[in-house]
């Protein structure tokens, strides 16, 4: 960055010479403060008893009541294990878009390497309620496939959808289709940027295909891997809401029960006045977010990467 | 001499044979992502004569286009339609306008700076939440409003940093050409930048088209009025809510009469929303890997 200001010329000049450029710059500006930052007076809520009909600056004060109130709630507790549960599952297939950015760099033909990448970019693209319908044609009791040839075969039709036990598997299933292409490129790119000698002085000792992988391309992706790996554990309290609330069902809602679920269905759902104390759970959620977003940045900072920020 | 060239060929044999290995798996992973879809598709156009409930098809015995015509006919289809072409057309160019221009603002060494690159970046790191957002849109009585479906998702942090290091990396020398030229700092921009710049804001397009046409949480959070949610609700309503209820989105008289089945209706209706994004993925799929990568390098 140029910090250095150019002598002779008054900051007042300066910006007149820009004039133009902040002009661009201005409706994004107002844009992102309309939908960013006017929400944030919105917080004050969940230090009070907010009342609809005395506005934010009217409503009586009650400090840390629904802090206290969420972080003696066993509901409370339910909610960080269901969202650990489910990041934690989600992150287990972390290594998978790795070993599939390495078996598309092995291959040699670009036709149909393009092809494939074509198709494996795609579920990216849907929707959640899409990527749900889909998971119903495959698993809902009368009209999925799955079920239709259990009944072929003679087997009773089960209700996989309905299932606590298989919940969890399901969502684990579909975040993987929709992302693993996707997660895929950032993976490709870092490859094609290793230096090609060094696998032609490796071949030239003797080394083969599978050594190649583990000795050379797989040390060259590392930091890739680990900002990526640090990003993911930023969001780890996060858990998308469209997928969870799709999924949801009255049977397998105790598992389902995350905090963004919790919020919508006990304010804007219901029409209920519960406004402080969900905006207190929301409050809850964001700033252990924004810690852990800092705190990985920091991570990544520290070890010598280019942090995200 | 001999020998070596026996090697050669076993070489080129092994190096065959570990290819079509590869193609295997990954014509398998592709088939994975797409044969849903084409299941789905296939479906879709079974005639109700040749449709036995709960029996597994993979090919329809008789095509017939009555899902479709019924899904066509029923107003809930059509008002989804409306609300999600009217986000969509004017939310992805005021999105691009929004990003490109305030990206190009933060790649110039203005006044400044380092304080909107802060708003900026602040935005992606904190969120107010769910309530204090709903209780911001009904301030600005947007509620019902389609706006509201629109500017929530009109500026991203992510896209805005992608578009800054894409002009940053363009070379200075045209700007540096044309300023001397007395061309004004709009028209480098339009004249200049811009067309220097189509892959990149091609693949912008795609994910803004996208994002908007995937519409669904800000239409359920936001839009009160049935009749204004958006083409992912109705596929919702129609796929996953059982039985009676669905029985507004489609044609009411057809379903009764058990002219289509539930089914293939449903199947239609995810074949119409995700059409689009089918049909514009190809042409600007060429691009995104282009423009993804200057984002991905970087990160």
């Not at chain 1, 409503?59 to 507790?77: E, I, V």
Request: net charge positive; aromatic share 12%.
């Amino acid at each position: 960055m140029k910090g250095k200001k150019e002598t002779g010329k008054t900051l007042r000049r300066q910006i007149w010479e820009y004039r133009w450029i902040y002009l661009l710059g201005i409706p994004g500006l107002v844009v992102m403060f309309l939908m960013y930052y006017m929400p944030l007076r919105g917080i004050l809520m969940a230090f009070q008893d907010y009342n609809p009909h005395l506005g934010i600056l009217g409503s009586p004060w009650t400090g840390l009541k629904h802090f206290r109130t969420l972080f003696s709630d066993p509901k409370f507790y339910n909610m960080l294990k269901n969202t650990l549960v489910i990041s934690g599952l989600n992150l287990l297939t972390f290594p998978v878009p790795i070993f599939l950015a390495m078996l598309l760099n092995e291959v040699r033909n670009l036709k149909f390497k393009k092809f494939i990448q074509t198709s494996i970019y795609l579920p990216h693209f849907m929707s959640w309620a899409i990527v749900v319908s889909l998971t119903f044609f495959l698993l809902s009791t009368e009209q999925g496939v799955v079920n239709k040839l259990i009944v072929m075969a003679g087997g009773e039709p089960f209700a996989f959808l309905f299932s606590t036990k298989w919940i969890y598997l399901i969502l684990v299933v579909q975040s993987l289709w929709k992302s693993v292409g996707w997660n895929s490129i950032v993976y490709l790119a870092a490859i094609s940027g290793i230096d090609q000698s060094l696998y032609e002085a490796a071949k030239m000792d003797g080394a083969n295909r599978f050594q190649c992988m583990m000795k050379i391309t797989l040390p060259s992706i590392m930091p890739t891997v680990i900002v990526m790996l640090i990003l993911r554990m930023g969001s780890i309290i996060s858990v998308d809401f469209e997928q969870t609330f799709l999924m949801n069902n009255p049977l397998v809602k105790s598992k389902l029960e995350v905090f963004e679920i919790f919020i919508y269905n006990n304010s804007i759902a219901t029409g209920s006045t519960q406004y402080s104390y969900t905006t207190a759970v929301g409050l809850f959620k964001s700033v252990v977010n924004t810690a852990l977003v800092c705190l990985t940045n920091w991570i990544t900072s520290r070890r010598g990467y280019e942090g995200v920020m | 001499m001999n020998r070596k060239g026996k090697d050669k060929m076993g070489m080129r044999l092994r190096e065959n044979i570990y290819q079509a290995v590869l193609w295997f798996i990954l014509l398998i992973l592709a088939a994975t992502m797409l044969v849903p879809f084409l299941y789905v598709l296939m479906l879709s156009f079974t005639d109700a004569s040749a449709y036995v409930a709960g029996a597994f098809n993979l090919w329809p015995k008789k095509f017939s286009l009555a899902a479709y015509g019924l899904i066509l006919k029923g107003s809930g289809f059509l008002n989804a339609l409306k609300s999600t072409l009217i986000i969509t057309v004017i939310g992805t160019p005021l999105s691009l306008f929004l990003n490109a221009g305030l990206a190009y603002c933060l790649s110039k060494p203005i006044p400044g700076k380092s304080f909107l690159n802060k708003y900026v970046m602040f935005t992606m790191l904190f969120s107010a939440g769910m309530v204090p957002n709903f209780m911001n849109i009904k301030a600005l009585h947007l509620l019902d409003n389609y706006l509201a479906c629109i500017l929530p998702a009109a500026c991203g942090a992510w896209s805005i940093m992608v578009m800054r290091s894409f002009f940053q990396s363009l070379p200075a020398e045209l700007e540096e050409a044309a300023m001397i030229d007395g061309c004004g700092q709009l028209r480098i921009f339009g004249v200049i930048v811009l067309p220097l710049s189509k892959a990149m804001l091609a693949s912008m397009t795609l994910f803004s088209f996208v994002s908007y046409w995937n519409t669904y949480f800000n239409s359920i959070m936001y839009m009160t009025t049935t009749a204004k949610s958006t083409l992912q609700v109705y596929v919702q309503k129609v796929v996953l809510s059982s039985g009676m209820s669905s029985s507004d989105m489609v044609d009411m008289q057809s379903v009764v009469q058990n002219v289509v089945p539930q089914e293939v209706t449903r199947m239609a209706a995810v074949v119409v929303v995700i059409l689009p994004i089918l049909v514009i993925y190809p042409f600007l799929q060429k691009y995104f890997q282009a423009g993804m990568m200057v984002g991905a390098v970087k990160g």
